[in-house]
């Protein structure tokens, strides 16, 4: 059985690079057209064409999406468009909508396709429909159970691949095919202009009291109000279970969140995969890992719908919450000084500790007193609060460039 991918969300170029250093396979990304986060940065041609060749240079894979569920007057556009994604050189297209499919094959068939989660995909027998109907890999509904994912793999071809989601925020509908924020604000979620009404907190009103709403909550002791809320996927403990069921790719959810985010859920995941491949009989998953997701912004977390529980509502707050801060990524290390050169995203002072998130094990949660710091003539500095400027930080710590320096806030 070959290894599993671990898939990293790359909302833009900083992100899809933040990815790969800390130990992404392959990326999935969105160009400027036909992807469900049309508010994200994405990616125009240019930009694919670099990150294509960005990705291949590492030895890694891209996916763009091109997932949303297409009108009639987009197939126009959407024909040119997997022309130009199979001239660019794209490992895979992820797709939802069967027209959409039939139309790749026809005009990109060099394109490997990918079925979107939007496809509500939760059994064996759609999944063998797919996969006969040209699709190469099944990524899995949401709403899957763990118990499901074995007999699907025993029942489809052995180069059709299954890809499930491991981390990173959940909807509140069935695999996000939701018309709610298409229906409060007129942005359909469908053509990815999701505005996540379903984190917002509701009131009602009583019709002979107009001007009286009552907040919605959960009981009578006050217990939240954000009933459509959902928690945050977390299956960091059973990613063995996961490799045994026999997924092939583990999927992070995130195009829209922080380089932050995408650096420590990546870097969490690649050392617990590595891990377990070391030694799958007596894997062991190292605590560090478990307490490196808490280090980044997150809603409570669940495990979903994987063993059948539904506990996946966040009825006390939809806002995520953070126990450090990014606070400067690496540019480099200077030998002939002694000295690391980082650029400021969060302001730090001399004398405060900030510790270390690497893709490198000696370093990673090791911790650096600021006991000298400098700008880039020398100049010394005791207060960072200039947003990118570069400084000189004195360590005998040889961090890379994309390593990660933060600090605890709370």
Not at 75 to 82: A, Q, V, W
Not at 247 to 264: C, I, T
Not at 336 to 345: D, H, N, P, S, T
Not at 355 to 360: H, M, P, Q, T, V
Request: include cysteine; charged fraction near 30%.
């Amino acid at each position: 059985m070959k290894r599993v991918e671990l898939l990293a969300p790359a909302g833009d170029f900083n992100k899809l690079k933040t990815a790969i250093h800390f130990g992404a396979d392959a990326v999935y990304v969105g160009g400027s057209c036909f992807s469900l986060r049309a508010n994200s940065k994405n990616f125009t041609k240019e930009e694919l064409q670099e990150a294509v060749k960005y990705t291949h240079d590492h030895g890694k894979t891209i996916h763009v999406a091109v997932n949303i569920f297409a009108n009639n007057d987009d197939f126009d556009s959407l024909k040119d468009y997997l022309v130009e994604l199979q001239e660019i050189g794209v490992d895979a297209v992820i797709i939802a909508d069967p027209g959409i499919i039939t139309l790749c094959k026809e005009v990109a068939p060099k394109l490997e396709i990918h079925l979107s989660t939007q496809a509500n995909t939760t059994n064996k027998y759609s999944a063998k429909f797919w996969a006969d109907n040209g699709v190469k890999r099944v990524v899995l509904a949401r709403e899957t159970q763990l118990k499901d994912i074995k007999p699907m793999r025993e029942y489809l071809p052995e180069d059709i691949d299954i890809e499930a989601f491991v981390h990173g925020a959940m909807c509140v509908s069935y695999s996000g095919r939701c018309l709610l924020s298409n229906a409060l604000t007129g942005r359909s979620a469908n053509r990815g202009a999701c505005v996540q009404p379903c984190r917002w907190e509701y009131e009602i009103v009583e019709k002979n009291r107009q001007g009286q709403p009552l907040t919605i909550g959960e009981d009578q002791n006050g217990r939240g109000t954000y009933i459509m809320n959902s928690k945050d996927l977390n299956m960091i403990e059973h990613i063995g279970e996961l490799i045994e069921s026999g997924v092939s790719s583990f999927k992070v959810e995130g195009r829209m969140k922080s380089p932050y985010y995408v650096a420590s859920v990546i870097n969490a995941y690649r050392k617990a995969i590595d891990a377990y491949y070391a030694d799958p009989k007596n894997y062991k998953l190292d605590q560090r890992v478990v307490d490196e997701l808490f280090k980044n912004a997150h809603r409570d977390y669940t495990t979903g719908f994987y063993f059948g529980e539904h506990n996946s509502i966040c009825l006390e707050t939809s806002q995520p919450k953070c126990d450090y801060e990014f606070m400067a990524e690496v540019v480099g290390y200077d030998e002939e000084k002694g000295m690391l050169i980082v650029e400021m995203r969060n302001r730090f002072k001399k004398g405060d500790t900030l510790e270390i998130l690497s893709n490198n094990s000696e370093y990673w949660n090791k911790e650096i007193v600021i006991d000298e710091m400098y700008d880039m003539k020398l100049k010394p500095v005791d207060d960072a609060k200039l947003v990118q400027q570069r400084l000189y930080i004195k360590t005998n710590m040889k961090l890379t460039e994309r390593d990660i320096l933060r600090k605890r806030v709370r």
